[in-house]
């Protein structure tokens, strides 16, 4: 008996198909926020009064606008760059409390026996002071200060210089200066 071979039924070419087109939602949102609302408006404020850069505050919330778009409504809006002179000005004074904080912190690391804290007699623990937690310190002090004494320089800033000018139409002049040399009395003992 011969053996013979059924032929195999051809397979259908296989043929690909054309991805879904997926239908975007024309009122979704993309992007960052442009439009300017109280409640945002109110968050950038904060941000700045709380001492944070303007940077850190739109780069850490998704919901405001770019940092660009913000200097773009201080350009134009009026009322709003008013606000915000306003909180620069809370953000020396809080930028002056955060340096008396930082001045009152303990600086350094607790004695540690075996990985135990010692503490002293009222239960905190013992610090040891090291130089380079002294030097960030006082670089966070006076980074402070220098901030606070340019954000509000009446009150934080160092001594004025009092400046006399005249006004345009009538500036002080110079009209004479004269040198007198006055002899200094003698006290005459011997009369």
Same mark, same amino acid.
């Given at each position: 008996?011969?053996v013979?071979? *059924? ?13 879904k ?7 979704? *949102?993309m992007g960052? &926020? ?6 945002i ?5 904060? @941000?700045?009064?709380? /001492? ?11 919901g ?6 913000? =200097?773009? =409504?201080?350009? !134009? ?7 915000? @002179? ?7 004074d ?6 008396? !904080? ?5 600086? /350094?690391?607790?004695?540690?026996i075996? /990985?135990?804290a ?12 090291? @130089? &380079? ?7 966070r ?15 934080? /800033? ?7 000018? @005249?006004? !345009? ?23």
């Amino acid at each position: 008996m011969a053996v013979t071979k *059924k032929a195999k039924p051809k397979a259908k070419p296989k043929t690909k198909k054309a991805p879904k087109k997926v239908v975007k939602n024309p009122k979704a *949102k993309m992007g960052r &926020p442009t439009k300017k609302t109280k409640a945002i408006e109110a968050k950038i404020l904060d @941000g700045v009064a709380a /001492g944070y850069s303007m940077r850190k505050i739109c780069t850490e919330d998704d919901g405001l606008p770019s940092s660009r778009t913000i =200097w773009e =409504w201080l350009n !134009e809006d009026d009322e709003f760059s008013r606000k915000y @002179g306003l909180a620069k000005e809370e953000c020396a004074d809080f930028l002056a409390e955060e340096s008396m !904080e930082i001045a009152d912190s303990q600086v /350094g690391n607790p004695l540690e026996i075996d /990985g135990v804290a010692i503490l002293d007699k009222e239960g905190k623990p013992i610090m040891i002071v090291d @130089g &380079p937690a002294v030097s960030h310190a006082k670089l966070r002090i006076d980074t402070r200060k220098w901030y606070a004494s340019k954000l509000k320089p009446k009150k934080f /800033g160092e001594a004025q210089l009092l400046k006399l000018a @005249g006004d !345009e139409d009538n500036p002080i002049r110079v009209e004479k200066i004269e040198r007198v040399i006055v002899k200094p009395k003698t006290t005459d003992t011997n009369s």
